[in-house]
C-alpha cells in the first residue's frame, strides 16, 4: 500500500498482516496528502487507517518540534479513546524519533506541561484538557500540518463543536485534515464542509449497521422488575465479561452497587470518575478480575475491550445511533457476542427508533410489546358504543417480561391487575 518497509515489519510483530476495508480505502488517499473523510463504525480498523499514513508522513519530513509545539494533532472525544489511540500508535514508533504525546481531562495538568515542552510530533487529546493547556500558554499549535478528528459524531454529541471551532483557527492554515465518524447527522456534514478540502469520501458499512455476529433480543420489562432480571441472566454466564449500559451516571452507581450485593464483582466508569478511576476500572475489567462493567454512552464510546461476550442495553439510549455504538462492544476480533435490550413501558418511543435505524425487528426474548399511549391532550377513541374504548395495560397480561414465567401469565411488575389508582402495568406512572 505505499507504506516503509520498517512500519511494516512493526505491523508484523503486532499480529497485523491484512488491512480491514477503512484502511484499504483510506490510507491511499491519504498518503497521497488528501482530505479524507471516512464513515465506520468502531472496531473496523480506523486508528490504524490514520495513523500509518499520519506516522509515514512525519517519517518522510526531516527535522523535529520546536519547544511548545506539536507537529500533527489528533482529537478523540473521551480519555479511553484518546488513551487506546495512543497506545496502538506506540508500538509503531518504536525506535524511531518521532514522539506522541497525551493531554486529557481527569489527570494531572502539570506533568502534562511539562512533557510540552519539548515538543511533540502526534499530540493525541481532548478538546477541554487542549483548551486548558492553550489558555496557560502550554502548547500552540500554529506549527501542526495533520489534523484528524475521530470519532467526529460524539464530538457533536458532546458539545464539542465551539471548541472544535476555536482549535481549528490555531492550526495551520496549510494542512492535511482526516475526520472519521460511524454517522453523518446534518451538522456533521456542514463540520466537514468547514474542516475539509475537497476531501476523499471513503464508506464501508452503511450508518446504523450492526455487527454481523451479533445475536440481539429484546425483553419488555417493567422498570421495577429490570435488576432482579439482569442478575438472573448474568447468572447464567458468570464467568464471561458482560458490559451494562445506563443513561445517568448516578443510575449506573446505584445498579452497580445492586449487583455486588447480588454477589457479583463489579467496576463503573462514567464522567464523573477520575481518569485513575477509570483507568483501573478498564484495566480490571479487561483483565478479568471484575467481569461486569457498568457504563454510561460517553465513559465507553471506542472501547476496544475484544473478549466482551455480552452487552446489556438495561436502559435504552436517547439517541438510536448510540444503540449501535453500543452493542459494537462485542463480537469484535470476528468473534460472536450477544446484545440484550430491556424495554419498559416509558421506552417504546426508542426503541422504535432504534429498530428503525437498524431497518430490522429486533427479536423478543419475552414479553410483549407494551401498548404506546395516547397524548393526555389528543381526543380519547370511542367505542361503537360511544363511551370512551377501555385500554389494556402493556399488552395485557405478560405485557412486560416474565422473569421466568411462560408470555401470557401474570408475572413480576408485569401485566398484573392492581387496584384503581395503583398505577397498572399499562399506565405509564412515574415507577415506570
Not at 480506523?46 to 512525519?58: D, N, Y
Amino acid at each position: 500500500m505505499g507504506l516503509p518497509a520498517a512500519l511494516v515489519r512493526k505491523l508484523a510483530n503486532e499480529g497485523i498482516t491484512e488491512p480491514t476495508p477503512i484502511q484499504t480505502h483510506a490510507i491511499p488517499h491519504a498518503l497521497n496528502g488528501f482530505d479524507v473523510l471516512g464513515l465506520a463504525q468502531t472496531g473496523t480498523g480506523k486508528t490504524m487507517a490514520f495513523g500509518l499514513p499520519l506516522i509515514t508522513r512525519l517519517m518522510e519530513e526531516p527535522g523535529k518540534p520546536a519547544p511548545k509545539t506539536i507537529r500533527s494533532l489528533i482529537l478523540a472525544p473521551t480519555r479511553e479513546l484518546a488513551g487506546q489511540i495512543r497506545d496502538s500508535l506506540l508500538p509503531l514508533v518504536k525506535d524511531s524519533p518521532i514522539k506522541i504525546g497525551l493531554v486529557v481531562g481527569g489527570a494531572s495538568i502539570n506533568p502534562q506541561i511539562k512533557r510540552l515542552e519539548q515538543g511533540i510530533d502526534i499530540l493525541v487529546a481532548t478538546p477541554g484538557r487542549l483548551l486548558d493547556l492553550i489558555d496557560r500558554r502550554a502548547v500552540r499549535l500554529d506549527a501542526a500540518r495533520f489534523l484528524v478528528l475521530d470519532e467526529g459524531d460524539q464530538m457533536l454529541d458532546l458539545g464539542f463543536i465551539h471548541a472544535l471551532r476555536r482549535i481549528a483557527g490555531l492550526l495551520a492554515a496549510e494542512r492535511q485534515t482526516m475526520m472519521f465518524s460511524a454517522t453523518m447527522p446534518k451538522q456533521m456534514e456542514e463540520l466537514a464542509g468547514s474542516y475539509l478540502r475537497n476531501p476523499k469520501r471513503v464508506q464501508v458499512s452503511p450508518p446504523g449497521k450492526a455487527a454481523d455476529k451479533v445475536t440481539q433480543e429484546v425483553h419488555f420489562i417493567a422498570k421495577a422488575s429490570k435488576p432482579d432480571l439482569l442478575i438472573e441472566l448474568l447468572g447464567k454466564h458468570k464467568s464471561e465479561l458482560a458490559l451494562v449500559f445506563g443513561r445517568t451516571k448516578h443510575g449506573s452507581d446505584k445498579l452497580a452497587k445492586r449487583l455486588e450485593q447480588a454477589g457479583f464483582a463489579v467496576a463503573t466508569i462514567h464522567g464523573n470518575k477520575s481518569q485513575g478511576q477509570r483507568e483501573r476500572a478498564l484495566k480490571a475489567f479487561r483483565d478479568g478480575q471484575v467481569k461486569i462493567l457498568v457504563a454510561t454512552d460517553v465513559a465507553a464510546r471506542g472501547l476496544d475491550i475484544p473478549d466482551v461476550k455480552h452487552v446489556y442495553n438495561y436502559e435504552l439510549p436517547n439517541v438510536p445511533d448510540n444503540y449501535v455504538h453500543r452493542i459494537g462492544r462485542t463480537a469484535r476480533a470476528g468473534k460472536d457476542g450477544a446484545a440484550i435490550a430491556f424495554c419498559a413501558p416509558d421506552e417504546m418511543g426508542e426503541l422504535k427508533d432504534i429498530q428503525k435505524v437498524l431497518g430490522t425487528t429486533i427479536p423478543v426474548a419475552s414479553g410483549r410489546p407494551w401498548e404506546v399511549l395516547p397524548d393526555p391532550k389528543s381526543p380519547k377513541p370511542t367505542s361503537a358504543r360511544g363511551g370512551p374504548r377501555r385500554r389494556s395495560g402493556g399488552g395485557g397480561f405478560g405485557g412486560g417480561a416474565q422473569h421466568g414465567k411462560p408470555q401470557g401469565k401474570p408475572g413480576a411488575g408485569a401485566g398484573r391487575r392492581r387496584k384503581p389508582g395503583g398505577g397498572g402495568s399499562g399506565q405509564r406512572s412515574n415507577a415506570a
